[in-house]
């Protein structure tokens, strides 16, 4: 079978690939990047379905606009208000998912061989589906606190990119926050080299203990003049309330979101009406913030679990910034006493242990790091999450 050239350039998950090796009986996995389904507030979602049939069937049940179900793009307006972003329900559509979002950017802006800067690592899923698009992904390095805006300018000059992505907040999979100082720096570039951003943000309600992160970049841009339309910010349910929902939104400049619309037209026709018509009702409800409260509790448990799981029983065997939100760990093998230092190697040693984690070089466009891994804390409970790292310690 002749199979269109752009698929040249893309294979399939690392991820999924693995989780072929998951159905082990007893394995503990660190691998996912899902939430915990126990997190899900399954009653709140019942009555918020329940009502969406009862007030409005024929608006949850039947084909709707391809730009979102109006009750939930007013109600993603009031919830990204309250996060410091003034947007109209006109001025955002909703997508499958955010993962839709990235998808039609790639649609809409990129032409083979146009080149895009992505944070080193970044989410896997962009980097192929960019590269589906024949666009040149390009690594801009980060460290604990994101990317580093000198070494992003540079690149900006040099490749004059169509568009910059980036996940500022708790990032997928460094865990790392880009810095306030740094947040106004890269709208700065923005304007000053009149490049796009594109800022992905999945992940910034789930900070732990009360330490929340700076303002998303969308937020920042009414101190940087010049700088909101050249912004495109994406956010996702799936993360805070259930990833079943698919439910998405992007927010950017009206060009852009209308030829978005057009693209998405042609792909699904519009999200599910009876998904956003239950997280319409959902997020009226009010019941969005103790929900939040409760993962966030859970989460950051999680996260300082692991963290003094892998300081006590790999020590100077790895290297890693303790996350203050989002899912994942990003670590780093040092080699130290002899011990592996390839992540490769290590995860299907980990294998037989009965422990998965995801190795770290696949979420580099380019010059992988083969000591790096990724690990989440999200599905497993604490005493899973220490048993696990002991078993991983034995793997060493």
Known sequence: MQFASRLDNVETSAIRELFKLLGKPGIISFAGGFPDSAMFDVE??????????????????????TEGYDPLRQQLSAFMKAKGVAVDPSGLIVTTGSQQALDLLGKTLVSPGDKVIVEGPTFLA???????????????????????VDELEQLITEHKPKFVYLIPTFGNPSGATLTLERRKKVLELAVKHNT??????????????????????MSLTDQVPGSRDLVVHCGSLSK?????????????????LAKATMCKQF?????????????AQYLKSGRMPATLATVREVYGQRAQAMGAALKRELGDAIEFTQPGGGLFFWARLTGAGGRIADANVFAKRAIEKLVAFVPGAPFFAEKPDLATLRLSFATANVEKIEEGIARLAQAL
């Open 44 to 65: 709140g979602l019942a009555e918020a379905s329940r009502l969406a049939l009862e007030q409005e069937p024929g608006g949850a049940l039947q084909y709707g606009a």
């Open 126 to 148: 962009t980097i192929q589906c960019f590269r589906l698009y024949g666009a040149q992904v390009v690594s801009a390095p980060i460290d604990a606190s994101g990317v580093k």
């Open 267 to 279: 792909s699904d026709a519009h999200t599910s009406t009876f998904a956003q018509a239950t997280a």
């Open 196 to 217: 796009l951003v594109v800022e992905d943000d999945p992940y910034g309600d789930l900070y732990f203990g009360g330490n929340a992160p700076p303002p998303s970049l």
């Open 240 to 256: 805070v309330l259930s990833p079943g929902l698919r439910i998405g939104w992007m927010i950017g400049p009206a060009e852009l």
